[in-house]
């Protein structure tokens, strides 16, 4: 120990003596103060302005988005390494005084661990640099989120010494300085890039994604440790240790190339071996460092994969003759990002397993390819594609032989998982039409749910002109039903449908019944068994519309809800006057977390026909009312009841017809009741057209509608919160910094201008010291 001690103080002396390792401080710690400044700064300005800022902590030194410290720090630490470690072995080779060194009682281990421990402590360095903008994050933002940064330092200093094992070996194969700082970033970018090479062999996938060094860092400054990434790092290091010793060892002992080389090897397959397994699901092991575990499934999840017993089969299936925006996602070169969104979920069930089967078949993307290859058959467009983008056509299988596995004709052949159990159990899951494409934990967690409980059952009620679940025109219920790459269709948040009459009694496995736009009176039988439901304490979603009082009524009085006649108009310059942006109540943000966000920003639910609701009987029905949806009473609002035509025509307000200006009509209200030992769910609309297929799907210049929050949050409250999954986390409470502008500033100056300057003189003193002797 003492000569490792020896050598480590002597490699340190030299190299603060020189000027190399003061430039390299100097330049990372102003970089370093001015993306920091940069990321805070933005926090200072939101709040002087009065904007809510929050997520502080990570927002400033994790957030690749926000320009977060650690992120930039990884990017450009490449840099730094190669210039300080080029000269720590290579100098002592081009002086000859290595000689010396082979000459004294001194081990090659001796000299390479001494000389790594002053790389190790320059990195300690470095971090501490880093750690005066953790010290000033405690200091000035309220509740500093301090664990997640404590871990994303250790993920740089990790990455400060592999990086220095790296350029200490590559310093040992020349004497030539340049030679070795060329050669260190020449691995960097090996190490860097070989991630991305031959991912079509699944085996030779997993070692290269092994040996990548990109992105190492990432899960650390994330605020997650995993023995995954610690062993990475770790073997790292001690294999480019390694190549060094046997690289002076050589030297030294005139070894010959035979042996040389097999020792090298030797330490590559054992690197590799220790490697492969700790990238095992089996063996990982994690620590969320986070406040909230943002890294870790939400405990509804962990919960429902904790019933997933025995073996899970993810199954793949891609077709090369889907839309070209979803053919990526099916090529074998995207398997290894495409297994990690499902890593939170191996974590928690090891053995889940991934499989993928690709194909081509005629489905959604028909219509472009017969326009692009006109003359070739499924075959001849499969093989022209797979050559263009440099796939083996040979993996690719008939649509016939895919059949025999799996019937994805309902799924039109678009990209879809299926998840099956050893008992034969099977759930689809889907991407979507959205500009996030692949499900979140609410949808995958909605498909596990599939496999290990019964999930609420829908009824739409047919039979009386009411709004169908299955046809696809404006005015119909099939996007929120069962639109398959909608993501915010009931079928991919956990509910099954079913369209159901009133001839019969209504199924006990119906837990919600849906009655749209009734259009005439039900019959008397009917009206019994939908009595007969509602009396079992049933939950309902009840949405009328103008011209339907008459046969809706008798339906929402008896919960002492009246439709109101005619209809809610309000004059504007832009849409028709009886189209309503009605707002969201107060008691309805406490009533329903996804409401609660469209009452924080301002959102508003587009109904193009509404009625108003009258609530007067609401004191003698029984029920507890929550109203969710009022019009807006900066808006002159009144019930219209003789205009008609509400496209060529500006409806006026007729008080002789009792047409007089409303504030706050509810337009939606939730009801609730005991009925047994259960609670009866209410909610009851005065538009039908708000959750239709056409008015779910537009977007209006100027108008924040969020009308599928009212599809969830209802369903959501009417299934006892089972489904959609609630993956809530707690708040962030570092919400708050202590800074003005005036004190940013002042950090500007302290960071960018003092700390550097004060490092400069120091270095300059230690020069003329160093001169002086």
């Known amino acids: 120990m003492k000569a490792i ?151 740089l200093y990790l990455l400060i010494c592999a990086y220095g094992a790296i350029g200490l070996f590559m310093s040992s194969l020349t004497s030539y300085q340049v030679v070795a700082a060329m050669g260190t970033f020449a691995v960097f970018a090996v190490l860097n890039y070989v991630g991305g090479m031959w991912q079509d062999i699944a085996f030779v996938r997993d070692i290269t994604y092994w040996l990548s060094i990109r992105g190492r860092s990432g899960e650390f400054i994330n605020g997650l440790l995993c023995s995954e990434d610690v062993i990475y790092f770790l073997v790292v290091v001690v294999l480019f240790l390694t190549f060094t010793v046997i690289r002076l060892t050589v030297i030294r002992k005139k070894k010959s190339w035979f042996v040389s080389t097999s020792w090298y090897f030797s330490a590559i397959l054992i690197a590799v071996s220790i490697g492969y397994l700790s990238s095992r699901p089996t063996f990982m092991c994690y620590y969320d460092a986070t406040r909230t575990k943002v890294n870790t499934l939400t405990p509804n999840s962990q919960e429902i994969v904790s019933k997933m017993k025995g073996n899970l089969t993810i199954t793949t299936y891609a077709n090369v003759l889907d839309e070209d925006r979803f053919l990526w996602y099916g090529f074998p070169k995207s398997e290894l990002s495409d297994i990690k969104r499902f890593k939170q979920y191996t974590r928690f069930k090891p053995d889940i397993k991934m499989k993928y089967v690709r194909y081509y078949a005629k489905g959604n993307n028909e219509k472009e390819l017969n326009k692009r290859y006109p003359t070739l058959n499924d075959r001849e467009r499969m093989v022209k594609i797979t050559q263009n983008y440099g796939v083996d056509s040979s993996i690719y299988l008939d649509v016939n032989e895919v059949s025999k596995l799996e019937d994805l004709s309902g799924e039109n052949y678009r990209f879809v998982r299926v998840l099956e159990r050893e008992n034969g159990q099977k759930a689809f899951l889907r991407i979507y039409d959205d500009m996030y494409v692949f499900p979140f934990e609410t949808e995958i967690t909605a498909a596990f ?34 639109d398959k790459p909608f993501r915010y269709s009931l079928i991919n ?210 108008v924040g509608a969020s009308n599928y929050s009212l599809i969830t949050s209802s369903f959501f409250w009417m299934s006892d919160g089972e489904v959609p999954i609630d993956i809530r986390r707690p708040k962030l409470p570092d919400n708050k910094v202590y800074v003005t502008k005036g004190g940013m500033t002042v950090t500007k100056i302290l960071f960018m201008g003092v700390i550097p300057l004060v490092l400069i003189l120091f270095a300059i003193l230690i020069w003329i010291r160093r001169r002086g002797r």
């Open 449 to 482: 749910k599939r496999l290990v409980m019964d999930l609420p059952q829908v009824g739409f009620v047919e039979g009386h002109g009411e709004r169908d679940c299955i046809k696809q025109g404006d005015r119909d219920y099939n996007r929120f039903a069962q």
């Open 493 to 702: 948040q956990g509910f099954d449908f079913r369209q159901v009459t009133l001839d019969e009694e209504i199924p006990e496995d119906i837990n919600i019944l849906v009655i749209a736009d009734v259009r005439e009176v039900l019959p008397e039988a009917h009206r019994k068994n939908l009595d007969a439901y509602i009396a079992r304490g049933g939950n309902l979603l009840i949405a009328g519309e103008p011209k339907r009082q008459k046969y809706m009524n008798p339906l929402v009085e008896q919960f002492g809800v009246r439709f109101m006649s005619g209809r809610l108009v309000s004059p504007s310059e832009n849409f028709q006057s009886d189209f309503i942006m009605s707002k969201v109540t107060k008691e309805a943000a406490e009533f329903s977390y996804e409401l609660k966000d469209m009452y924080r920003y301002g959102n508003v639910a587009t109904m193009p026909s509404t009625v108003g609701l009258d609530l007067s009987g609401i004191p003698n029905s029984g029920f507890k009312v929550t109203v969710l949806l009022v019009t807006d009473s900066l808006k002159t609002v009144w019930n219209e009841v003789e205009s008609t035509d509400f496209v060529d025509e500006i409806p006026v307000m007729n008080p002789d017809k009792g047409e007089v200006e409303l504030n706050q009509v509810p337009t939606m209200v939730a009801l609730s009741r005991a009925v047994g030992n259960r609670e009866q769910k209410i909610i009851i609309l005065g538009d039908a057209d708000c959750l239709s297929n056409g008015e779910i799907s537009i977007s209006r210049n100027g």
């Open 5 to 155: 001690k020896r050598i480590a103080l002597t490699e340190l002396q030299t190299m603060f003596y020189s000027p190399i390792a003061w430039f390299i401080l100097i330049i990372f710690t102003f970089q370093a103060s001015m993306t920091f400044v940069n990321a805070f700064e933005g926090y200072v300005v939101s709040q002087e302005l009065g904007r809510y800022v929050y997520n502080v902590t990570m927002g400033t030194f994790t957030s690749p988005w926000r320009g977060g410290l650690f992120p930039e720090i990884q990017g450009y630490l490449y840099l730094y390494i190669p210039l300080l470690t080029m000269g720590i072995m290579s100098r002592e080779l081009s002086s000859g005084s290595i000689k010396l060194l082979y000459s004294s009682p001194v081990t090659n281990f001796q000299i390479v661990i001494g000389k790594f421990i002053s790389i190790m402590i320059y990195a300690l360095v470095m971090i501490a640099v880093l750690g005066l903008f953790v010290i000033y994050g405690v200091c000035f933002v309220h509740e500093f989120d301090l664990p997640p940064v404590l871990a994303g330092l250790l993920g």
